[in-house]
């Protein structure tokens, strides 16, 4: 009843889509799975891309607490856990440039960390 992990083969379960928590949450991996086994519907993420995107990115490096954090948060309001502009890594300035961009629509409502 501990499948393996989709993507690395090593880590149990513990993530939907029958992912490891670190591969689940890495940036690109989830999408390769679509959400289509028994675990897309288990516990905090329990959507299935439907859900509507955050009001904000997050400008958290993925694995931070922070964004763990983020991504709780988002989890608990139903709304999609990542967001197309969250930073990828430490830094990264793509959060920032999609608020500048947006920043009326998002007033008040930012989840930046
Ligand atoms: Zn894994």
């Not at 499948?3 to 928590?21: A, T």
């Not at 009001?55 to 139903?78: C, N």
């Not at 709304?79 to 947006?102: N, T, V």
């Amino acid at each position: 009843m501990n499948p393996i992990c989709r993507h690395c083969s090593k880590s149990k379960v513990n993530r939907p889509r029958g992912l490891c928590w670190s591969c689940y949450y890495t940036p690109g991996v989830k999408e390769l799975f679509p959400s289509t086994s028994k675990y897309a519907r288990r516990g905090v993420g329990n959507f299935t891309g439907s859900a509507p995107l955050p009001a904000a990115p997050t400008t958290a490096a993925p694995g931070s607490p922070e964004k763990l954090a983020v991504l709780e948060q988002r989890a608990k309001m139903k709304q999609a856990i990542f967001h197309p502009a969250d930073a990828r890594y430490e830094g990264d300035p793509r959060p920032l440039e999609f608020l500048k961009g947006h920043s009326a629509a998002t007033a008040g409502m930012a989840c930046v960390a």
